[in-house]
């Protein structure tokens, strides 16, 4: 899979090793920097790593920051983009199943590499469950031309 992946400066160290942990797996990996733990906006990164899910660079997008909460947010306001800020295995599970969410944002203070790890392999194996899903994801994304 294409994964475009990105931090600000309080997820740098962990982007890094996810990074590495994704190509491991097989993944292509797209590195959006920043390129060191220097103070960044994460909007910036959000945006770009958002784009490149949108203009199908990247199947899927990785942000990570403090607490994963302002990526999801910058992210979110790019047309096409379903971000979700997710802490556990169970909610990466349902932000695919039920929302196809297509970038995962990660708290790369409050949460830990091992934990993150477990997080973004199961938002990666798992697939949209479409059915009653569907009409609501729809939806969701009709909310972006009103």
């Known amino acids: 899979m294409k994964i475009s992946i990105a931090s600000d400066h309080a997820g740098f ?14 993944h292509e990996v797209f590195d ?9 906006d994460y909007p910036d990164y959000a945006e770009l790593v958002a784009h490149d899910v949108v203009d199908g660079v990247a199947e899927r997008g990785v942000l990570v920051c ?18 979700a800020n997710i802490v556990s295995p169970a909610f990466a599970a349902l932000c695919r199943e ?16 091992s934990a993150n790890k ?21 939806k969701i994304m009709a909310l972006e031309s009103k």
Not at 32 to 40: H, K, L, Q, S, W
Not at 119 to 131: A, H, N, P, Y
């Open 13 to 26: 160290d962990q982007k890094q090793q996810l990074a590495a942990y994704l190509r491991e797996q097989g």
């Open 98 to 113: 039920h929302n196809d969410a297509n970038v995962i944002t990660l708290s790369g203070r409050f949460v830990d590499l």
């Open 66 to 83: 403090g607490t994963g909460i302002g990526m999801a947010i910058a992210a979110n306001k790019v047309d096409g983009i379903r971000a």
């Open 32 to 40: 959006r920097g920043p390129e060191n733990d220097d103070r960044v």
């Open 118 to 138: 477990e997080i973004l392999k199961t938002f990666l194996s798992t697939d949209f469950g479409g059915g009653r899903h569907a009409g609501r994801v729809e």
